[in-house]
Each structure stands twice: as structure tokens, then as C-alpha cells.
């Protein structure tokens, strides 16, 4: 398949098929967690229902990706108007200092790499957990149905089992030196020594008990229960600085989501601390100056744009986006048109620039995101992690919680807007999006990926918007990212476009993936749905159709001879 782009005919491949439905759809990148949720639409749950037990579903058969033990930011709007962003995302501990890491001398503060890895790897690098309280708040404010109930296929499949897929065998492949160091995590997935391979039925007991746990004690259970005392001592023998007063002190925070407009369209999404509302705005400010379907996509003008603005927007991010409890974040400012044509009037066409924050205004790529729809109208988007991939690569024994590594998001140098302090919010890039039209749903998306989460998100807008794509070749189609250092391109990048970005200053590399598996819902004016997710991961949508019977009627056995 080729898309029109301007000058030029781009040849857009979708490996994947967009699924339509009018009763709801749910896309997460596991067929098995998007069947969890299905399963919760099919009998009358409402659309965040059916996200949260995706997302339960998703710590079994996503355990490299997401847990209880994470963070995450949900963003839902429901059919009656109410629209809020739940900002689940973890915390530095209250025994947190700035100076509790020491960077490592020649390495670009980019990298946040520190002596020992000790804000990767092991207890140190914990942050307190937030979802399952996030979680249980978003199911009590917006959703239907009981946390026992929504949990129920998770622990399904985590008693019963489920067949490991290839992606899931080769992400323990990726992370099996560390997991061999952790006896817990070496007995689950590298059994005789080696990945647990592709196809073997992956019965995780223990863990079927602590969510039997949660489902029964609800999330006081790991917050302010014996779960919780479990996990702080068992990182506190390791050196680890998480305690229980910790855990109960953790608490999700509903916050409006930030408005962008851009071409006849309402984007929404996160606010600070997550960097995604304001940048994505910022840039789609910025983008509207430019004619950027005619550009076209594919295009080296077009991909000269895209990076010169992703530079400016993680400039001005790494100065002015973090916790709004600790740091003032000069939303208006950077949203305002003024700030807008500034920084536009700054972009060169011919060639990169370095970028800096402006003066005036004195994250990881292993986690998981659903997107959720049912037919009254009801829509959850979610993004959700453990950090890096397996976390800090260190179990809670007998649990089979997996911890996160939160604190790797925290700039190690002190005096800085994302640097470490005692009860700070991590900063995130996660981009649960939601854009409307006429004041009606267009389309919702979202996507794992670390810092190149809200620049994939923007690429998909733009697509959809500018471009003319379909969802699923939205989803679908190359992207690149770059913060000021190399701009990475995806292998269906061509060559000659790459060799021209060079030749425009651009530090080229060439990576396998930007971003992970982007999935979405598209809306119809007549009501009906489009789920579509890409290569990335192994997204899967289940679209619902059909229904209940007409009231009144029923089967009648004809008696009557025929």
C-alpha cells in the first residue's frame, strides 16, 4: 500500500488488520489480556471495567512490562461528560536525597547512568509503588463493577496458565544475565538456566495467590497490609530504602488533562508531571505554522521538521516539566502563541540546530498501554510500567511481584528540575491520548516506549491529521526521535532520505523500533468502532458486534405439525 505524501508516493505497509465493532473494543498488546477485557464488555462491564482487568490480565502474561508494583498514568473521558487524567506514577521514597547516586564522569546526562547501576538494578532503584491504588480509585470513580470481579481473568490465567509468546521468551532472553542473579526470577523464567521458550504453558502459582489477596483485601492489602510488609522487608534487606509508612503514604492524584488544538481537533492528554499534555500541545502549536500535508510524509523536509520540534519540546522539558509540587511548570507559557512563534521562527529548514530551553521559562521503553471503548460512549486510555524491562530485575520472594525501577527517571545530579527528592513524583513521557472533533471522540491512542512516548504519540496525530492515514497505518508507520543528541530513524526509514538528514547536520542512527506497540480506537459518525495496534508489540484487538436478544422475544417450540 502507498499513501499520497505531498511530493512524493511512501510505500506504507500494515502487517497487521484494523478490527470494527459497534458494542465496545479493547486493544492492549497481548491477546490474551485484550480477551480479558472483551470478556468484561461481553457481560455488561462499562469501558474502564474492562480496561482495569485488562490491566490486572496484563501483569500475568506482561509481567516483563507491568505490574502492581509499578506506576502509570489512566486517562478516561465517559459518556456524561466527565473527563480526568489519573496520575498513578510512583514516588521517591521519603529516605530519598538528591545526592544518593553518583553519575558516572564522561557519560551524557541523558543517560542518567550511575556508579554501580544502583538507580537501575536492585532495591535502591525502587520507587514506592502507585498503581494498584491508581487502579482501584479509577474503578471506583468510573467504573461498574467490583475489584474482585474485574480481577478475576487475571488470576484465571495466572493459576491456569497461558502459552509464553515469542516476544515475551525473547524479552527474558534480552534481560537473562540479570534475571539469573535474582534466584526468584531465575526459578520463573529461565528454567534449567535457560528462557523459558516460546509456547510452554507459563503457570505463575504464586502469584494467583497474591492477587486472590488483592482481589479479597483490595489495595490496603500491599499499602497498609502484611502484602506491603512482605515487599518493604524484602527490599530493605537488600539495601533498599522503600518502607512500609511508604506504602501507605501512596496515593493517586486526579488531574485534568491539558488541551491542545491543532487543525479542528481537541487533543487531550496527561498534565505534569507526565511530559506529554503540555509538549505535545507545544509542538502541534508550533506545527500549525507549517504546512505540513504538503511537506508530506516520508518526506526529508517533513522529517527535518519533526525532529527540529522534538528537540525544542525536550529543550524546554528538561527545564520546566516535572512534579507541580516541586517545580513551577510554565503551562501557560509554553502553550501560549506567542511562545509558539518564537520558538518557530527559530527553526531552520536547511539545517539541525542544537536547542536549549528557552530563558524565558527560568524515561524507559518496557511498558504497556490499552485502549478501551464500549457502545454507551465510555473510553479508558492507560499506560502503565514497571520501568524498565523486568523493573529492577529483583522479585518480592514467594509473591511473584516483580519490583519496579522507577527511580531511574530521576535526573542523579542534584538541583535540577527532575532530580531526586523525598516524596517527588516520577517525571514521565506515557501519552494516553484523547482527541475530539466537534466535540465528539475521533480517535484514542496510546503506547509504551520511555522518553519516545509522547514524540511517537505526536507522529501518529500528525498522521492522522496532516497525512490523511488510516488509524491503522497511523499506528503502523515509521517514526524518529531524537532529544538533541543522534535522530534515530526505523528501518523503513529509505536510505536517501536518511543520507539527506545527514547532510543536513542530522547525527543519524539506525534502531529496530522507536517507541513500542502503538495501539488505538478510531470513531465513526455512526457509531461504530475501529481498533487497531501495530507490529511493535503484540498487540491485539477484539472488537464486539451483535448483542442480547430483543426484549421479550424468546425460542418458542413449534407444536403444530410440519
Not at 464486539?544 to 430483543?550: D, N, P, V, Y
Request: aromatic share 6%; net charge neutral; with cysteine.
Amino acid at each position: 500500500m502507498h499513501i499520497d505524501v505531498g511530493r512524493a508516493r511512501f510505500p506504507l505497509i500494515c502487517e497487521k488488520t484494523p478490527a470494527r465493532g459497534t458494542r465496545g473494543i479493547v486493544a492492549s498488546n497481548h491477546p490474551r489480556a485484550s480477551a480479558a477485557g472483551a470478556e468484561v464488555l461481553l457481560e455488561g462491564g462499562n469501558a474502564v471495567d474492562a480496561a482495569i482487568a485488562t490491566l490486572f490480565a496484563l501483569t500475568v502474561v506482561e509481567p516483563m512490562m507491568v505490574g502492581v508494583l509499578g506506576g502509570g498514568v489512566g486517562h478516561v473521558r465517559m459518556a456524561d461528560g466527565r473527563h480526568a487524567v489519573i496520575d498513578g506514577l510512583s514516588t521517591a521514597p521519603a529516605a530519598a536525597t538528591p545526592d544518593m547516586y553518583r553519575p558516572r564522569p564522561g557519560i551524557p546526562p541523558e543517560e542518567r547512568e550511575v556508579e554501580g547501576r544502583l538507580n537501575a538494578l536492585g532495591p535502591l532503584a525502587v520507587a514506592v509503588p502507585a498503581a494498584l491504588r491508581a487502579w482501584s480509585h479509577t474503578l471506583a470513580q468510573f467504573g461498574t463493577w467490583s475489584l474482585a470481579d474485574v480481577m478475576a481473568p487475571a488470576i484465571r490465567l495466572a493459576a491456569e496458565g497461558f502459552r509464553a509468546t515469542p516476544y515475551l521468551s525473547d524479552c527474558i532472553g534480552d534481560a537473562a544475565a540479570d534475571l539469573a542473579r535474582d534466584p526468584d526470577l531465575a526459578a520463573r523464567f529461565l528454567p534449567g538456566g535457560a528462557k523459558l521458550p516460546a509456547g510452554t504453558r507459563f503457570i505463575q502459582g504464586a502469584y494467583a495467590e497474591t492477587l486472590r489477596t488483592i482481589a479479597r483485601d483490595g489495595a490496603d492489602a500491599l499499602h497498609d497490609g502484611a502484602l506491603g510488609g512482605l515487599v518493604a522487608d524484602a527490599l530493605s534487606s537488600g539495601g533498599g530504602i522503600v518502607t512500609r509508612e511508604d506504602l501507605r503514604a501512596s496515593r493517586p492524584i486526579e488531574r485534568a488533562p491539558i488541551r491542545g488544538d491543532y487543525r479542528g481537533y481537541a487533543v487531550y492528554a496527561p498534565p505534569p508531571p507526565a511530559a506529554a499534555g503540555v509538549h505535545m500541545a507545544q509542538m502541534l502549536r508550533v506545527m500549525e505554522g507549517f504546512d505540513v500535508a504538503s511537506l508530506g510524509f516520508g518526506t526529508v523536509e517533513g522529517w527535518h521538521l519533526v525532529a527540529e520540534v522534538l528537540k525544542l519540546a525536550f529543550a524546554d522539558r528538561s527545564a520546566a516539566t516535572a512534579d507541580p509540587d516541586f517545580v513551577r511548570v510554565p503551562i501557560e507559557r509554553l502553550l501560549s502563541p506567542d511562545y509558539a512563534d518564537l520558538r518557530r521562527a527559530q527553526i531552520d529548514m536547511s539545517r539541525a540546530q542544537s536547542w536549549q530551553a528557552h530563558p524565558s521559562l527560568a524515561e524507559s521503553n518496557c511498558t504497556t498501554h490499552v485502549t478501551v471503548a464500549d457502545s454507551a460512549g465510555n473510553i479508558a486510555a492507560t499506560t502503565q510500567t514497571i520501568n524498565a524491562l523486568f523493573g529492577a530485575r529483583i522479585a518480592i520472594p514467594g509473591t511473584g511481584l516483580i519490583a519496579n525501577n522507577y527511580m531511574h527517571n530521576f535526573d542523579p545530579r542534584p538541583g535540577l528540575a527532575l532530580s531526586v527528592q523525598p516524596g517527588k513524583r516520577v517525571f514521565t513521557s506515557m501519552a494516553p491520548t484523547i482527541v475530539l472533533k466537534d466535540g465528539r471522540p475521533a480517535f484514542a491512542l496510546g503506547l509504551p516506549g520511555g522518553l519516545k512516548i509522547f514524540p511517537s504519540a505526536f507522529q501518529a496525530v500528525l498522521n492522522i491529521i496532516d497525512h490523511g492515514m488510516s488509524l491503522q497505518q497511523a499506528v503502523e508507520a515509521p517514526r524518529i526521535w531524537t532529544q538533541g543528541l543522534a535522530l534515530e530513524l526505523e528501518p523503513a526509514v529509505p536510505q536517501h532520505v536518511a543520507a539527506a538528514l545527514a547532510a543536513r547536520g542530522h547525527d543519524i542512527r539506525r534502531v529496530a523500533t522507536i517507541g513500542g506497540g502503538m495501539n488505538g480506537i478510531g470513531f465513526e459518525p455512526d457509531g461504530s468502532m475501529t481498533g487497531a495496534a501495530c507490529w511493535r508489540a503484540d498487540g491485539t484487538i477484539v472488537a464486539l458486534g451483535g448483542g442480547l436478544a430483543r426484549a421479550g422475544v424468546r425460542f418458542t417450540l413449534e407444536t403444530a405439525p410440519v
